[in-house]
């Protein structure tokens, strides 16, 4: 029987919807084990895990609504809900409220929302859409600017929220345009920023300027029959060479200085594992002044890593975490939830919750390729590349590799907002697919 005869529901992908239930569930599981104490009765309403349960049942309710969408719909009103996110990003600037030292927060009535986390799939949508559109040619300067406003403008409008976790995300979408044909230079220039910037961080600013001056010589002496030919070849050695000098010697200086606060400067450092310069400290207190070298990793990695480590590679079974159980470890049902997963399930679990979600993200990257449609094509991959960004980035968090940030592992931690997002990012593309015969436009 052809895709189109057949109805609806046996048209949705099971594979994808299996994964998806997989997660939400071990995320409530999860959530419940390191809420609930012995002797305690099961159901027990106010806790976190019965609030996820309702949650999960509110996604449910828009995930069916999705399911009963048309799917040309979501292309034809993309544009007007990315508009409608940005407002709700901009008034959240001035009517937001204060949770945990961000000002993303937008309350009606007793319901609170961060609108950065619904606004990614507005974005996700502005993006296929004019990625999508026959009047883009993303080869040109100009079309791939429009593209890049597109997705840094709402993170621009959440760093103004004090919410520079989240507002990251964003940068995602670069992954989407580079299988859209951005050039492999542009890759080459954001991971050699990176470089770049731990280098300053790392090298004293005169040796490292020395470094670069080095790597300029020998730049020079490599291409030299290129540069005496080419004037263009010239001035973009001394363009790179200058900003690179400029972003080492000056704009990473001037961010830890004026830009960065006190607490996202300390994360940073104690990712690296060094003392933050005297010249970056910010209203540091007298026992923070004499604080000893080798004393400065973050109080919730530390204790991270000590539940995970406790669990061997076992775990020590359900409910049976001691770190998570006892509260050890802050923020455990929101960003740090996978140390849950390490210290009950052990290495074994661990490494099965990953399983799960890299199957989940090649399953969408599966049916974003067999679309038909470069709108749910482009679609897709915006799917994939967001939950492979918080993925990555929250149990390299939890783990130490990345600072503490504040990006939560999608449908395990607590968070209605959180899971909400997921969730109908997740139906759209099941929907989209269930339809990937059509052309959408």
């Known amino acids: 029987m052809s895709l189109e ?33 012995s002797g305690e009765p099961i159901i027990m309403f106010g806790k976190e895990y019965m609030k996820q349960l309702l949650w999960l049942g509110i996604s449910m309710f828009f995930g069916l609504i999705i399911i009963m969408t048309e799917s040309k719909f979501f292309s034809s009103v993309a544009n007007l809900s990315y508009t409608f996110g ?119 600013r005169w040796v490292l300027f020395a470094i670069l001056g080095v790597l300029a010589v020998l730049a020079v002496l490599l291409t030299r029959r290129t540069l005496r030919r080419s004037m263009s070849a010239r001035i973009a050695l001394i363009v790179g060479f200058a900003v690179c000098v400029l972003f080492s010697q000056v704009v990473v200086p001037f961010s830890f200085k004026h ?39 973050d109080y919730n990695v530390k204790q991270s890593k000590i539940a995970i480590g406790s669990g061997g590679f076992w775990g020590k079974g359900f409910l049976n975490g001691t770190s998570t159980k006892n509260e050890f470890v802050p923020e455990q049902h929101t960003d740090f939830i996978f140390c849950a997963i390490g210290e009950q399930f052990g290495f074994l679990g661990s490494m099965t919750l990953i399983g799960i979600y890299l199957a989940l993200m090649l399953r969408l990257l599966y049916l974003a390729e067999r679309q038909r449609s470069a709108f749910s094509r482009i679609y897709g991959y915006c799917v994939a590349s967001i939950l492979f960004f918080h993925f990555a980035i929250n149990i390299s968090m939890t783990i130490g590799l990345a600072p503490v ?3 939560t592992l999608p449908f395990l931690s607590y968070g209605g907002s959180s899971l909400l997002s997921f969730s109908m990012l997740i139906f759209i593309m099941i929907r989209l697919d269930s339809d990937r015969q059509v052309l959408i436009r």
Not at 8 to 24: C, I, K, N, Q
Not at 277 to 292: L, Q
Request: aromatic share 10%; charged share 15%; glycine share 8%.
């Open 405 to 407: 940030i504040g990006i």
């Open 5 to 37: 005869r057949k109805s609806l529901f046996s048209r949705l992908d099971g594979v994808t919807l299996m994964l998806y239930f997989a997660l939400v569930v071990i995320g409530i599981l999860t959530v419940f084990s390191v809420e609930h104490h």
């Open 86 to 204: 940005l407002f709700l990003l901009a008034i959240t600037i001035f009517i937001g409220t204060d949770v945990k030292g961000s000002h993303s927060w937008l309350g009606v009535g007793g319901f609170r929302f961060q609108p950065g986390e619904v606004c990614k799939i507005f974005t996700s949508l502005a993006i296929s859409r004019f990625l999508s559109s026959p009047e883009t040619n993303f080869k040109t300067l100009k079309h791939r600017l429009i593209g890049a406003a597109i997705a840094l403008l709402p993170a621009l409008l959440i760093i103004l929220q004090k919410e520079t976790g989240l507002a990251l995300v964003y940068f995602c979408f670069f992954l989407v345009m580079y299988r859209e044909g951005l050039p492999n230079a542009i890759l080459v220039i954001g991971f050699s920023a990176i470089a770049l910037f731990l280098a300053t961080l790392l090298i004293n």
């Open 259 to 297: 830009v960065l606060q006190k607490h996202q400067i300390d994360r940073i450092y104690s990712m690296i594992g060094q003392d933050v310069p005297d010249a970056y400290r910010k209203n540091a207190t007298a026992g923070e002044e004499k604080e000893k070298k080798g004393n400065v990793s």
